[in-house]
């Protein structure tokens, strides 16, 4: 008997980020027709909490390259997007980064 996919998303925070790389990843690519099609992303290296566990986020969102910068500190809102069937999967992608006002 086939196992039902299940699909499913989710919003999330991640608290005491710091932000410790920004980059610029250039992800484009060759369609069908040969034709190069363009596509970027931010890939944030971060640590997080008390202990400064390193994690990696990806951010779609080209217009926020600017706006990260090195020791910032604030709360990553992730968009989780799950797949549920025989195994599972996720993606997480930042939707928004609020920096910690001290």
């Known amino acids: 008997?086939?196992?039902?996919?299940?699909?499913?998303h989710?919003?999330?925070?991640?608290?005491?980020?710091?932000?410790?790389?920004?980059?610029?990843?250039?992800?484009?690519?060759?369609?069908?027709?040969?034709e190069t099609?363009?596509?970027?992303y931010i890939k944030l290296t971060c640590d997080v909490g008390e202990d400064m566990d390193r994690v990696f986020f990806k951010d779609k969102d080209m217009s926020h390259l600017?706006?990260?910068?090195?020791?910032m500190v604030g709360t990553v809102v992730l968009r989780v997007d799950v797949e549920e069937g025989f195994g599972a999967k996720a993606k997480f992608l930042v939707t928004d980064f609020k920096e910690n006002k001290e």
Do not use: C
Not at 1 to 8: C, G, I, L, P, S
Not at 37 to 40: A, D, F, L, P, Q
Not at 66 to 71: A, C, D, P, S, V
């Open 37 to 40: 099609v363009e596509s970027h």
């Open 1 to 8: 008997m086939a196992t039902e996919k299940q699909v499913y």
């Open 66 to 71: 600017e706006t990260y910068k090195r020791g």
């Open 10 to 34: 989710f919003t999330a925070e991640v608290k005491d980020v710091e932000i410790r790389k920004v980059e610029d990843i250039d992800a484009s690519f060759e369609n069908s027709k040969g």
